[in-house]
């Protein structure tokens, strides 16, 4: 092959690496974890991971629902000052309180946390 064609290729695989090792970087622990714990953790075993929900309620019949609200205060830098992160979750379970769904949302924009 020729060597400015391997090259080529070497260099795509290597930014196509950097670039999946970044996405998982920039996941919150509770993301990582409720990817794994989706249909099989059951609903103590998250919270005792996650900690006590926001609320709690029984969704229908078939289920019930946690939330969860995490927030932290990211110092700012020379770009610009500090902001809050914030995320909320949306946990379902079903009548044997087993995860099976979740859903997250950025809150920060919502609530507009002011920078001190």
Same mark, same amino acid.
């Given at each position: 092959?020729?060597?400015?064609?391997?090259?080529?290729?070497?260099?795509?695989?290597?930014?196509?690496?950097?670039?999946?090792?970044?996405?998982?970087?920039?996941?919150?622990?509770?993301?990582?974890?409720?990817?794994?714990?989706?249909?099989?953790?059951?609903?103590?075993?998250?919270?005792?991971?996650?900690?006590?929900?926001?609320?709690?309620?029984?969704?229908?019949? =078939?289920?019930?629902?946690?939330?969860?609200?995490?927030?932290?205060?990211?110092?700012?830098?020379?770009?610009?000052?500090?902001?809050?992160?914030? =995320?909320?979750?949306?946990?379902?379970?079903? =009548?044997?309180?087993?995860?099976?769904?979740?859903?997250?949302?950025?809150?920060?924009?919502?609530?507009?946390?002011?920078?001190?």
């Amino acid at each position: 092959m020729n060597k400015v064609i391997l090259h080529k290729m070497r260099v795509v695989v290597f930014a196509a690496c950097l670039l999946s090792i970044g996405c998982v970087l920039f996941q919150s622990r509770q993301t990582i974890y409720l990817k794994k714990a989706v249909n099989h953790a059951t609903k103590d075993e998250v919270i005792q991971h996650m900690g006590t929900p926001r609320e709690s309620s029984k969704a229908n019949t =078939e289920g019930s629902l946690l939330l969860y609200r995490f927030k932290e205060f990211q110092a700012g830098d020379l770009n610009g000052p500090g902001r809050w992160w914030c =995320e909320d979750y949306q946990l379902r379970f079903d =009548e044997e309180d087993i995860l099976r769904q979740w859903s997250e949302r950025d809150c920060s924009r919502v609530y507009n946390f002011p920078a001190y």
